[in-house]
């Protein structure tokens, strides 16, 4: 339950966007680049191959590896949403190896009234344990317009066809630890990460597999067949930050993203505004403290750095080049820019009092900063602190 009211707007992603919205080919996706890009080729080596080494500090050590490494596990070998999907939980169609239906195939559920609709979906997205559930018509400029598949063979252009029936996106968001995240740029945030990753299959998997038990069609995706922020915004969930991510009003930038396409009648969730845009202006804390510098300063524009970068995108863009080669020589990846960001706070009625100030009375932006910075928000946590908790 949100504690505050964000405003209710007209405008999703759109906003956003300056004349048309040209369609992103996933291939240029940042992490498929180092798979075909001679420009970004050594990061193949540096980031997927080389940097599974231990070293002998706090949060890098081998058993800090290991928990990353189960963390991923489900994701990895059951989900597989970041090498496309289409598999495992991410699956498209009803069929398991072992055909043992729960549920009469060929039935349907009478969806004469979307309200309620929305209502069991959403409360079965919760039930399965996804933290945040929203409702968008799917915006097709949002959908890649051809898929990029990583195999054992390497990556693969494949088409992404997705029928005109398939009306809504439901977007699922999955919170991330706060204190493995005040751990970042060390192993215990990528732990969270990985969590979150395997959870996305889970809960995308099986909500796919109970729209398809109503009778209706579910196709779940992690960061595959679409750009996940803009469906988001567009089902409600949040507001584009400086740092490039989703900002959600419960935990910031502190969420991943999963969403499920549908032909489910549902009713869509409208935008919301409570303030980010207007506050990122005034704070900057992502671009002062991101280690390779690969967040912008100063006003948003829709000038890009590079192929990775959505065009004609009024925002502050990402270069995700200087950010991918940090996390090589990282030897993991970072999260500092959702560590640092104001939004990021534990729940709590204090904090939710202050977002619904930011969001009433953007004039006190800069005493909010200066509030944040003198309690110490945004600060490193020594990564031995994840073995401790209990
Ligand atoms: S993940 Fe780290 S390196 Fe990349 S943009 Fe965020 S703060 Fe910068
Ligand atoms: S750290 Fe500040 S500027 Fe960056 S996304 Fe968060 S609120 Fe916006």
Redesign the pocket.
């Known amino acids: 339950m949100r504690l505050f009211k964000p405003r209710k707007v007209d405008e999703g992603a759109a906003r956003y966007v300056r004349g048309d919205a040209p369609p992103f080919d996933q291939k240029n996706e940042m992490f498929k680049r180092p798979f075909w890009d001679p420009e970004v080729r050594d990061l193949f080596q540096r980031f997927y191959k080389d940097k599974v080494s231990p070293k002998d500090k706090p949060g890098y050590r081998l058993k800090d590896q290991a928990v990353v490494n189960a963390a991923w596990h489900l994701e990895s070998h059951f989900g597989c949403g970041v090498c496309g999907g289409r598999t495992g939980l991410y699956d498209w169609t009803w069929n398991g190896r072992f055909d043992f239906p729960r549920v009469p195939r060929g039935l349907k559920i009478d969806a004469d009234d979307p309200a309620a609709v929305t209502r069991d979906m959403k409360r079965v997205a919760r039930f399965f344990g996804a933290s945040l559930v929203g409702v968008g018509r799917l915006d097709r400029r949002w959908l890649y317009s051809k898929a990029y598949l990583l195999t054992p063979e390497g990556g693969k252009v494949a088409e992404n066809e997705i029928p005109e029936e398939y009306a809504y996106a439901v977007v699922l968001g999955f919170a991330m630890d706060y204190g493995a995240v005040a751990c970042s740029?060390a192993h215990p945030a990528s732990a969270t990460v990985g969590l979150q990753y395997s959870r996305m299959a889970f809960v995308a998997g099986l909500l796919a597999q109970f729209i398809r038990g109503l009778g209706f069609k579910a196709i779940p995706c992690g960061n595959d067949t679409a750009c996940s922020i803009p469906l988001a915004i567009d089902a409600g969930l949040g507001e584009l930050g400086r740092?490039g991510l989703l900002i959600t009003p419960e935990y910031g930038p502190r969420v991943r993203l999963a969403k499920v396409l549908t032909d489910l009648p549902l009713v869509p969730d409208r935008p919301i505004a409570f303030g980010v845009w207007e506050f990122c202006q005034q704070c900057g804390l992502?671009a002062k403290?991101?280690?390779?510098q690969?967040?912008m300063h100063g006003e948003p524009s829709t000038e890009t750095h590079n192929i990775s970068n959505r065009r004609n995108v009024h925002a502050w863009h990402?270069n995700a080049e200087n950010?991918l080669d940090?996390?090589a020589r990282n030897g993991t990846?970072?999260?500092?820019?959702i560590r640092v960001c104001p939004f990021n706070k534990p729940a709590g009625w204090i904090h939710n009092l202050a977002k619904a100030a930011i969001m009433r009375l953007p004039a006190l932006n800069p005493a909010f900063l200066r509030i944040d910075g003198l309690l110490g928000y945004g600060g490193r946590r020594d990564p031995e602190t994840f073995w401790k908790e209990t």
């Open positions: 740029p740092n992502c403290q991101c280690p390779s690969s967040i990402i950010c940090f996390w990846d970072c999260s500092n820019c």
